[in-house]
């Protein structure tokens, strides 16, 4: 992580979607490239993500371990991580490919270099794949206003609000 572009912002979004799904009943999976080499996922991101399956992988996609770890009944999903180039970008072509409907958190994502970032990001789009911004999906997640839920949202919105703000200062 010390070498991604933008690394504080990034891991404020996961933590913030990792928080989102908790609260909202959505399941979260870790993936892991390599740790032996590239080292763990960093604590500020496992911290919030204390109910999540966790693997290891050495293939770039993790695809293929996510559909053997993990049981569900949904159609979506929602990635974040990096590198947006390579492991991003292979999983969520392998999934859509799989038949899921594959979202790429923009906010929630990067590379060691940013135009590499960028340039996966287009690539996505152009397969059909959404990049939606971390609050826009949590919201999707949510649905509607009006509830404990919605409130419980709102006050972590907040906080992720004031935390953007802090880091653009």
Known sequence: MPTIANAADIVSSMNFLQQSAGILGVPTVIS???PQGLGSTVPQVRSCSENAVVFEKVRFSAALEFQQHVELERHQVVIVGIETHVCVLQTAFELK???YEVFVVQDAVSSRHPADAR???QRLRQHGISTPVSESVTFEWCERAGTDLFRQISKLVRGFSEARR???S
Do not use: F, K, M, R
């Open 119 to 121: 340039g996966a990001l």
């Open 97 to 99: 490919a799989a038949g």
């Open 32 to 34: 892991e490239q390599y």
């Open 166 to 168: 802090g880091s653009e």
